[in-house]
């Protein structure tokens, strides 16, 4: 197994070396627990501004970043890119196909990482957060997280990205695509891709749904633009990024985008308390469940409530005395 110098490697990542980049997202990729000792090596760095993409398989995500990412690279932005895959049925890993897609960002001021999901629901993966803070360190000031083909419930990108933009497409059952919830209410940008196949009628339909739902605008005060766009003429690419950068400036005059950061930490720093409390029930508590617990809860399902309380209880007990 090869083991790796967190030090060294840090060393050679503080000094803008690309390879050390990569081999330290593999490994806290792969091994979560190496996180706290890889992070501990940085400091306090510059915010990077963190977009994300999501949308339905197909709606033509990653033809769409190239478009993006090749207009920040000509206005001198370095960008960090985050692909989530859906896992190999065999090996666990990517399919990479969105790779294959971006494979024309040959460039020393952009890096991009193919992940995958690793069955976790939500259109991301559990190390997103960590490679994001990765990038950051490494000096990557445009971030963009483009989430594995998500259906209504995958908005796990709402808890990562500072402007979330959500990709629709003609054909999709246009106006009952448009009527769902869940992953449109997102969305502080509404794209409609493939324009030339007839977007009118569809981003007319948006419009009108944003004009009726008020849940849509909150209390940021901010109405989500509906953009047109041609991914692989590049229409409507422009008028996307000067609305990513109009988001950009009213959440940061609204106070919106240092909550929206706070909150982000708090969701980590909660999922990190969670996944320690559960490491340690799955090593501490579970093998020492007794089969005649086990019979007893058999015997009487409907008890399985109780007992778990007495079990936990006994736990917390526990944790106090200690």
Request: hydrophobic share 40%.
């Amino acid at each position: 197994m090869r083991k790796d110098n967190i030090e060294e490697l840090t060393a050679r990542f503080k000094q803008g070396d690309r390879t050390a980049l990569a081999r330290l997202i593999s490994l806290v990729e792969n091994d979560p627990e190496l996180a706290s000792n890889i992070f501990k090596q940085f400091e306090t760095s510059k915010e990077s501004y963190i977009i994300g993409l999501t949308g339905a398989p197909g709606v033509g995500k990653s033809t769409l970043i190239n478009q993006i990412v090749q207009r920040l690279v000509d206005d001198g932005k370095t960008v960090g890119i985050i692909s989530v895959d859906p896992s190999s049925p065999f090996s666990g890993g990517a399919f990479l196909g969105d790779r294959i897609r971006m494979s024309g960002l040959k460039t020393d001021k952009v890096f991009m990482r193919s992940m995958a999901s690793r069955g976790e629901m939500g259109g991301l993966s559990r190390a997103s957060y960590d490679i994001t803070l990765l990038y950051e360190a490494f000096g990557m000031e445009i971030i963009i997280v483009e989430t594995v083909g998500a259906g209504q419930s995958e908005v796990d990108v709402l808890k990562l990205a500072d402007t979330i933009i959500v990709i629709n497409v003609p054909g999709l059952g246009d106006s009952i695509q448009c009527q769902k919830a869940g992953i449109l209410e997102i969305g502080d940008i509404l794209v409609v891709n493939k324009k030339d196949l007839g977007g009118e009628e569809i981003a007319v339909q948006l419009d009108l749904m944003l004009d009726d739902a008020v849940m849509f605008i909150g209390q940021s005060g901010w109405r989500p633009p509906v953009v047109q766009t041609n991914s692989i003429s590049g229409e409507g690419v422009d008028e996307l990024l000067e609305e990513i950068w109009n988001h950009k400036e009213h959440i940061e005059l609204a106070g919106i985008l240092e909550e929206k950061r706070k909150k982000r930490l708090k969701d980590k720093f909660t999922a990190l308390i969670k996944q320690r409390l559960e490491k340690h029930v799955m090593e501490h508590i579970y093998p020492n469940i007794e089969e005649t617990l086990i019979n007893q809860i058999y015997k009487k399902k409907y008890n399985v409530y109780d007992v778990a309380d007495s079990v936990s209880d006994g736990f917390l007990s526990k944790l106090k005395e200690s």
